[in-house]
């Protein structure tokens, strides 16, 4: 390659990444990437083969689990919902929804434990159990390709407002709030790292560092601890409402879970 | 029973080089974790796989503790006869499993 062309496409490289990488704000739609692309191409291809990706493991699972009976009244997933690749296409990417008896939204996690109390009259998961990751990687699983729609419930509107909230405060130690790295610097560099813009398109996801299966909740409370700020509980309101922000502001991208994230 | 995802192509032509890949459910536990009462984790790894192809074995590893968990491993051999591919793996406990899968060679 001639030195003249070499030094053009290195210049252009490098204005694509500084036009690409976050400013100040609110993503604009146009700039808005799942966090799969700021992936390393190893991991991506762990991701895109169902042969190789250890999510699929838990997914095999929660495929078992689905037709299993269970609970006083004998009863499986299957026995309401039939095939879940028709009757769950679509649902991940609607979740959290509202709840009307705990007058907050409720993620997929939660929603399969209701389930599993009110109509298997079942003892519940517990968070982050084996099962409870399967089932719902086994049902997000069935909306990949599925477009995430921002919510036009109204009664979730104050939890996005709240949500939002707290995505855009300084807390912690560290005094950083999720907007700043995550809106304002995505695409730069954070100890090494690529900070992607955190939608939570693949949950529940094999993450690298766990060797596991996790939860969107067990993922914002390790980011939560990174920051040095106190992590919230699991199942508790500030939960329910960041992940109803984090779903809004996620509506456009297409549902890719199980995903692996390093 | 214990997840795996095994993956031998169905078909091969004879003398083509096949890539068999399998992906493995297991916890993986060095030993040398520690539990948050500072009890140590006892060691369970899969520490033996074996691929044999119609009784003929082709491809053998030996895992370490270095290996994460949900191990994957993919290696190649050669299309010879029609016939069954079994993978073999054995763990800490003594414990095997194998899966059997066919192959079509024409």
Known sequence: MRPGLAGTLLAATLLCAWTLAGTAGEIAPADKRSDYVFMSRETQAMQDDDLVNPGMLFVLDGEALWSAKAGADNRACADCHHDATASMRGVAARYPAFDPEQGRPIDLEERINKCRTARQRATAFTWESRELLALAAYVAKQSRGVAIEASTDPRLRPFIDQGRAIFERRQGQLNLSCAQCHDDNWGRKLAGNTVPQGHPTGYPVYRLEWQNLGSLQRRLRNCMSGMRAEAYAYGSAEHAALEAYLMWRASGLAIDAPAVRP | ?106
């Not at chain 2, 890539?19 to 369970?44: A, C, F, Q």
């Not at chain 2, 074996?50 to 993919?74: D, S």
């Not at chain 2, 054995?90 to 060679?105: A, P, Y």
């Open chain 2, 1 to 106: 029973m214990v997840q795996a995802l095994i993956n031998v192509p169905p078909k091969a032509r004879l003398g083509e080089v096949v890539e068999i890949k399998v992906l493995i459910s297991h916890p993986m536990e060095t030993g040398y974790r520690r539990g948050n009462s500072g009890e140590p984790i006892p060691r369970d790894i899969i520490h033996t796989l074996v691929c044999t192809y119609n009784g003929e074995e082709v491809f053998r590893a030996e895992l370490h503790p270095a290996i994460a968990a949900n191990p994957f491993l993919a290696f190649s051999t050669v299309a010879t006869e029609s016939g069954v591919i079994a993978l073999t793996w054995i763990d800490d406990h003594g414990s095997s499993e194998t899966r059997l899968s066919n192959i079509t060679v024409e």
